[in-house]
């Protein structure tokens, strides 16, 4: 089995390139730049939904899935300052170059973590790797690569199920709920500024995890759908997550698996 990694991330508004763009005096409190940010994207595009050069990473959370084992983790505040998470990102496809599965990650996080990793000297040469590395297996690169939209080393899942056509797009929550799994849980995503002034990062992290293996899961019914996992296998994936969920013993978890019932639908 090859190496996948699902991941997702989460963000803030970055309050302090907001007080450099706009010029503003240091004795407004973050919340208040951020409102003012959120003001002026409403007045020019009717959403306070900051540019992504904007967006701070707070929380990076992650499914591995090899041969060997099933991990979920993430790289988050306070253990890591902004750049270090998103090294330690990058790292991992450095190390084992594997097959990036995401919801929008082609729409949203990849372009946010390409955007932030300059601003902090981020380094990622495996994954901007287009056949002219130095890698043994560079040559591959060069017609399948984590770049190019058709390409399958980052598979967007969001993306490749509406065919590339935004307005067949649908969300991750609906799609997993109706496949019988559970769903976001507590928080959502337009609730994570105000709890991140609120301190609280745990739950930050904690939706982040829950997100991200409903995405792993939806990819396991994808998996299916195109010929490359039988029904059998699905459901023993199935269970080896369960198991491995169980194990971890946080209260999300519990949360996660007692909104997950045992056998859903094929």
């Known amino acids: ?12 508004p970055d309050v302090r390139g907001i007080r450099v763009l706009n010029g503003l005096p240091d004795d407004l409190s973050d919340e208040e730049v951020a409102e003012l940010a959120f003001q002026q994207r409403r007045a020019t595009n009717g959403t306070d939904f900051l540019p992504l050069h904007l967006q701070r990473v707070v929380t990076i959370s992650c499914v591995f899935r090899d041969a060997h084992q099933f991990r979920v983790f993430s790289l988050s505040e306070p253990e890591c300052t902004e750049g270090q998470l998103i090294q330690r990102f990058f790292d991992g496809v450095e190390k084992f170059t594997p097959q990036l599965i995401s919801w929008n ?13 300059m601003m902090h000297g981020v380094t990622a040469p495996r994954y901007w790797d287009l056949g002219d590395g ?4 560079s040559r591959d690169f060069k017609w399948n690569n984590y770049i190019s939209r058709y390409h399958n080393r980052h598979l967007d899942l969001m993306d490749q199920l509406a065919l590339y056509q935004p307005r067949a797009s649908a969300p991750l929550d609906d799609l997993a709920k109706l496949m019988g799994f559970p769903g976001k849980l507590g928080m959502d995503g337009s609730a994570v500024w105000k709890g991140y002034c609120e301190g609280r990062i745990g739950e930050i992290r904690d939706y ?3 997100d991200v293996v409903n995405t792993y899961l939806v990819f396991l019914r994808f998996q299916v759908m195109r010929g490359a996992m039988s029904r059998d296998e699905f459901v023993a994936e199935l269970a080896f997550v369960r198991e491995n969920l169980a194990k971890l013993g946080a209260a999300h978890w519990q949360r996660f698996l007692d909104a997950w019932p045992e056998n859903p639908a094929l």
């Open 1 to 12: 089995m090859a190496a996948s990694l699902v991941f997702d991330i989460e963000t803030i």
């Open 105 to 117: 990650g082609g729409g949203f996080d990849l372009p946010v973590l390409h955007y932030r990793g």
């Open 134 to 137: 130095d890698y043994l297996d």
């Open 208 to 210: 982040c995890e829950t």
